[in-house]
């Protein structure tokens, strides 16, 4: 089982282009990351590494360490899933096949069939189960996508920009779920949003909550949310995130 993922002094190029510029974290097992920047800021160059879908080549330097050592992905990619900002379906089929073909690919269609019925149930799909995915709307169909990360319970799930055209009742749904499942076992969660007022209502403890903040590649801040308000003499994560960004704006400049 994946119990951390260590990445060090990762320097990532397109080109002329340092998307990631001599990057530390260390993500460790039961928590939240919180990941936040404005676009481009190397957010989803991070997570696309993490999960082996996108190569580090001979500009690139740094290493991304699992199970605390070099691992090829075959070694986690089942320890690992995701639920993308853009997410792609299989329009021409049912929610419920295409949960299924997931499962297929994970080798877990058997194991998981309760816990299909759960995430279904819990998040208002179960009559809507043999609908095409076609037919959904933006919202439905982000839960499917989220449906398939979570129903395969793996160590380290990935959410990017998870509350993207979801209505009140099924992001509160999403926010319970997650902090009862770090609360029971030692799941880990990655997120990155850009509604921070969502991501400072997660009840959680502060030891399970971890903030990473990234600017223009660089890593500025990576602790816990009330070492950034600190830092920042902040009462929530927004006025953290504003005056971050105009420090690191006026450094730049200056």
Partial sequence: MLHSVEISSLTKRYGQLCALE???????????????????AG??????????IMKLKKSDTGRILYYGEDSLIKDFKYDMSYSPEVYSLFDDLTI???????ANMYRKNISIQEKIADLLERFSLNEQKNKFIFTLSNGMKRKVSHIAALMLDSPFTILDEPFTALDPTSIFLLKDYLVHKIKQSQHTFIMSSHQLAILDSIELDEDFI???????????????????????GSKTLEEAYMKMQREDLSQVSG
């Avoid at 957010?43 to 082996?52: E, S």
């Avoid at 419920?96 to 997931?102: A, T």
Wanted: proline share 0%; glycine share 10%.
């Fill in 96 to 102: 419920i096949e295409y949960l299924h073909f997931v």
């Fill in 43 to 52: 957010k989803t160059t991070l997570m696309k590494l993490l999960l082996g």
């Fill in 22 to 40: 001599n990057v530390s974290l260390h993500f460790k097992a039961g928590k939240i990351y919180l990941l936040l920047g404005h676009n481009g």
């Fill in 210 to 232: 971890e903030v990473i903040f990234l600017e223009n590649g660089r890593l500025l801040f990576a602790g816990k949310k009330t070492q950034l308000f600190t830092l920042t």
